[in-house]
């Protein structure tokens, strides 16, 4: 059975850091694409940055470009390290896979909310 479990939100003041994470099991490491989404509360879900296994290539948004970090422990956790977090970073973030054969998994999120 695929999961994916994030974990490392909470309540932060802006200016501030979190690192989410994100333990994949059930798949083999290199065998699919990971990336991060967000959603905001009345707002559609949209990707902050992605992975690809392939040739290592990282992808981020550009409202998150230059405050996000996204890494691996190359096993199994996926990392976002968010840095100058702002009030437009509040939303709950999700993890999702992609395998080769293009399968999709998703975590149940996890919430992040900065304050002014």
């Known amino acids: 059975e695929v999961q994916l479990v994030e974990s490392g939100g909470a309540l932060v003041q802006a200016g501030g850091s979190l690192r989410l994470s994100c333990v994949v099991s059930?798949?083999?490491?290199?065998?699919?694409?990971i990336a991060w989404f967000r959603q905001a509360p009345g707002k559609e879900r949209q990707g902050v940055s992605c992975?690809?296994?392939?040739?290592?290539?990282t992808w981020y948004g550009d409202s998150v470009k230059g405050r996000f970090t996204m890494s691996t422990d190359n096993a199994n956790t996926v990392y976002l390290q968010m840095d100058n977090l702002e009030p437009e970073d509040t939303a709950v973030y999700y993890c999702?896979?992609?395998?080769?054969?293009?399968?999709?998994?998703w975590g149940q999120g996890t919430q992040v909310t900065v304050s002014s």
């Open positions: 059930g798949l083999t490491f290199d065998d699919y694409d």
């Open positions: 999702h896979a992609l395998t080769r054969n293009r399968a999709e998994y």
């Open positions: 992975l690809r296994h392939d040739d290592g290539l």
